[in-house]
């Protein structure tokens, strides 16, 4: 909240809700989906793990994207 303006501060705290309310519309569809694609008996790889390969490569791009805003922003703007 300190790397944004005193103006700018709503908009931040109105776009993180926007975001889980999103992936709570998105991510149970297409769990299920991969989970039912990938577990039938037709399926051209079965793997009824899917939607943990799915969920894992998920966190792994978001720790990328963390990992990126950090080390463009440096740890001296970061105020905890």
Known sequence: TNLVGKDQYGELQG???SVV???AILAP???AGS???FSRADAVVVFP???FLIAAILVVIGLL???R???RVGAADLEL
């Open 15 to 17: 776009s993180i809700p």
């Open 21 to 23: 309310a999103l992936t």
């Open 29 to 31: 569809p297409i769990m």
């Open 35 to 37: 989970f039912s694609y």
């Open 49 to 51: 793990g899917a939607p």
């Open 65 to 67: 994207m963390l990992v």
């Open 69 to 71: 805003t950090l080390s």
